[in-house]
């Protein structure tokens, strides 16, 4: 039976622990805002350079031909991972390494493309050699993007990877945070091969390569921005509820131990009491 | 008369979308003009200026007269008979052009490209006529 005092310590420690709990709850609710925002303003460019990339598919059929969609026997895959810098949301983290890791199935030569602390310290024992990394929050994330686009577009048309995989996080809801994967390199235009004939074909100028050369790049960057986006915001709802359950956790410890401590200080008054009136008939005697 | 749906989106943002009566841009080949069923077609931007004529219906006053202007970085634009979408990295607003900061970057993009000789200048380039585009939309030259 703990003393009336170590009660009295946990019940402190506990509300230290609520308010810190607590305080992060509402500053991961803020930023969710800002992040949900920020992901729905990228909505409308989304669906115009998907748009576009569909209809010049359509349009120039199999003859498309670009360094970026040149899809050749996969020797080197490469893994592009998104997760967050900072931990205390969760399973966030860890589900996203767990999807990389089943997307790599134990290829050991794959090389790794880190974005975000959590994440290269989760796989800092794996075998896989680490081409590059980057923090999420260092800074903004279209020049992020470009990094890291600039970054997987040499080591593809070099010959370093063949093929290269994200996995990152969809933001569902709040509530819900998918880790997906996708193939980001090569590109494949949907509809290429299906040639549209007559009416719809578009024309292309200064020509047919000179647009998908400028749109490819930024097709690319313009998916790893959006994926960013998409992951940030994950991160933020997975705190979120991660921090609202520890605050209700120590609310109901705190409860708990009250209680215990109520009860061994009524059982201590009630013992004085008795020692008391014990003590009285003794002398009355 | 008849209208196109005209839709400037940026990654950031969606900057304009309107019913409108003709699009200008300028086209990597040459500004071009969008009217209502121009054949389909898609075309790469260079840095410039984008204008766009609003209906009656859809326009606030003050556009009316001046029609909507954005300096845009280079980008796409894909017409359609009913719409044109402009796809940029930056589009900026008349009234979002800070004259000084504009007149600055002019400086600036023009040192730089004057010490790339012979090596690859594009960026520089795109910098200059971004810079270029916005002071010209303020209508104040660099003075």
């Known amino acids: 039976m703990p003393t009336l005092r170590q009660l009295r310590d946990r019940v402190r420690s506990l509300k230290n622990t609520q308010q810190i709990t607590r305080a992060m709850k509402m500053v991961a609710g803020a930023k969710i805002r800002r992040a949900e925002l920020d992901m729905r303003a990228a909505r409308p460019y989304a669906a115009a350079i998907g748009d576009t990339l569909n209809k010049l598919g359509q349009s120039a059929g199999a003859g498309l031909n670009h360094p970026l969609m040149q899809a050749r026997e996969v020797r080197t895959r490469g893994l592009l991972l998104m997760t967050a810098d900072k931990g205390l949301c969760g399973a966030f983290n860890s589900n996203l390494v767990r999807a990389a890791s089943n997307e790599l199935g134990g290829d050991a030569a794959a090389r790794l493309y880190l974005v975000g602390i959590k994440g290269r310290v989760q796989l800092k024992r794996t075998p896989n050699p680490v081409a590059a990394a980057w923090p999420l929050g260092s800074k903004h994330f279209r020049e992020l993007a470009r990094e890291i686009a600039h970054k997987i577009t040499e080591d593809f048309t070099s010959g370093a990877v063949d093929q290269v995989a994200l996995v990152s996080s969809r933001f569902v809801s709040t509530l819900v945070q998918r880790p997906t994967t996708t193939r980001l390199l090569p590109i494949a235009a949907a509809g290429a091969g299906e040639r549209d004939p007559g009416k719809n074909a578009f024309e292309f100028e200064p020509d047919v390569g000179a647009v998908l050369a400028a749109l490819l790049p930024k097709y690319l960057e313009f998916t790893i921005f959006q994926a960013l986006l998409e992951t940030q915001a994950s991160e933020f709802a997975a705190r979120l509820i991660a921090m609202t359950n520890a605050t209700d956790n120590a609310g109901k410890l705190i409860d708990e131990i009250t209680l215990a401590m109520n009860k061994t200080r009524q059982a201590s008054i009630t013992k004085e009491i008795l020692e008391i009136v014990g003590g009285a008939e003794a002398l009355k005697g | ?143």
């Open chain 2, 1 to 143: 008369m008849a209208t196109t749906h005209l839709l400037i989106v940026t990654p950031e943002s969606k900057r304009f979308e309107g019913d409108v009566e003709i699009a200008i841009a300028p086209g990597s080949a040459g500004d071009l003009a969008a009217l209502p069923n121009h054949a389909p077609m898609l075309t790469t931007l260079r840095p410039g200026i984008v204008t766009a004529r609003e209906t009656q219906a859809s326009a606030t006053a003050a556009d009316a007269a001046t029609g909507s202007r954005f300096a845009i970085d280079g980008g796409f634009m894909q017409i359609t008979p009913d719409s044109v979408i402009v796809l940029t990295d930056r589009a900026v607003t008349p009234g979002e052009v800070e004259l000084e900061s504009a007149r600055a970057e002019v400086q600036r993009a023009r040192e730089a490209l004057a010490q790339k000789q012979g090596v690859d200048d594009s960026k520089e380039r795109i910098a200059l006529a971004f810079a270029l585009a916005k002071l010209e939309l303020t209508g104040r030259g660099e003075a």
